[in-house]
């Protein structure tokens, strides 16, 4: 890679895997806040490891400093491991919830048609309003929106970022070579 592709900024995914302790969110976006990198967009949840969760952290920046940050991150107490990843190292997807008033979804035979064409579909259905669902990347659901906005949209809300890597090293065997090495150093000092 030349160096100016380092400095180009681009969309970076950062998984956390972390035991989910007090304050580690915290300690997390002064990390980002420190410098200056705006955080696009932040999910938590649990993993396929019991009692482990992973941070999902969307941002725009450039690759050496997304590194730096990812090992900085690395050095917490409670941070298990941290990596990082461009949009095609990843399969992601957002949610996105629309609401609106259910006269303008039962009156328009073109709102019914955009709904099946985008993919999405209803959730829930009162006499006030009607929610819909749409799952995709960002711009999927901002294309919806800006159609929906059309329509006398009453509410909109999108999901941070879920992702999980391509075929790669498993978080697992990152975990065991940690702990061997972890081991290694308790053996080395034993022998002193």
Do not use: W
């Amino acid at each position: 890679m030349n160096s100016e592709q380092k400095k180009e900024i681009r969309e970076y995914t950062i998984n956390v895997f972390s035991e989910n302790h007090i304050g580690l969110l915290n300690r997390l976006t002064i990390i980002f806040t420190r410098r200056k990198i705006n955080i696009e967009s932040l999910t938590v949840s649990e993993s396929h490891i019991p009692g482990i969760h992973c941070f999902t952290i969307v941002i725009n920046s450039y690759e050496d400093l997304v590194r730096k940050v990812a090992l900085q991150i690395e050095k917490l107490v409670d941070v298990l491991k941290a990596f990082y990843y461009t949009t095609d190292q990843i399969i992601y997807q957002e949610i996105a919830l629309y609401k609106l008033p259910t006269g303008e979804v039962t009156g328009s035979i073109g709102l019914e048609t955009l709904i099946r064409d985008y993919g999405a579909r209803v959730l829930e259905v009162t006499p006030e309003y009607t929610v819909i669902e749409k799952t995709g990347h960002k711009t999927e659901t901002q294309e919806l929106l800006e159609k929906l906005k059309k329509h006398k949209l009453l509410e909109f809300i999108r999901s941070g970022r879920v992702a999980i890597t391509k075929p790669m090293k498993e978080l697992t065997v990152h975990l065991e070579e940690k702990e061997m090495a972890f081991n290694y150093i308790l053996k080395e000092d034993e022998s002193y």
